[in-house]
């Protein structure tokens, strides 16, 4: 008789995404790419906060330069839009689910034992500068808790074993 096949086998194989640290020349080359679009502000926006993990001041001359647009138009768009940070989080994002069906199954513990291991709360980094800690409300694996995400890769029935296992590897790393 064959197991059945575990779901999370399949996004385990995903690649991890790992951030960069910011770089003008990178930064200026997604310009460069992206500047002939139309309404290329945002997509640049967000090329440059996949690259990069937030969008550092220096890129507002740049792109205000690039696009032909003021500064404080720049600023504005950055500003408006809460999904850009604006200041460097850590190498790896790892969001626990606190939702309610991960909580039914042990996430609270899961939380505890997050914030214990890396020693920061939500939306803290670690000192190295490996792994940022955020909560998410559902990732759409309820059948497979407690959850949790580290950059774009789903891990499901995370207990703090395996969260040592998983975050472990981050640690320190690139
Ligand atoms: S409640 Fe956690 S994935 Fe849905």
């Known amino acids: 008789m064959h197991p ?4 999370e086998t399949v996004r385990e194989k995903m690649a991890v995404t790992t951030l960069e640290s910011w770089d003008q020349g990178s930064a200026k080359a997604i310009i460069a ?5 139309d ?21 507002v001359p740049l792109l205000a330069d690039e696009l032909n647009l003021s500064r404080a138009e720049v600023h504005g768009v950055i500003t408006f839009y809460h999904d850009f940070n604006r200041h460097p989080g850590g190498r790896h994002v790892v969001k626990v689910c606190r939702a309610e069906a991960c909580q039914s199954v042990g ?10 291991q890396l020693g920061v709360d939500y939306h803290g980094t670690t000192s190295d ?3 940022q800690l955020e909560q998410v409300f559902c ?5 497979c808790g407690p959850s949790m ?10 207990t703090p074993q395996r969260f040592d296992s998983i975050v472990g590897k981050l640690k320190g790393g690139r």
């Open 107 to 116: 996430s609270v513990a899961l939380e505890a034992h997050a914030k214990k």
């Open 33 to 37: 790419e992206k500047k002939s679009m």
């Open 129 to 131: 500068g490996s792994v």
């Open 149 to 158: 995400m580290v950059d774009d890769k789903l891990y499901g029935r995370v």
């Open 4 to 7: 059945a096949p575990r779901h």
């Open 39 to 59: 309404g290329a502000l945002l997509p640049i926006l967000h090329a440059l906060q996949d690259r990069f993990g937030y969008v550092d001041d220096a890129a």
């Open 139 to 143: 990732l759409g694996n309820c059948a």
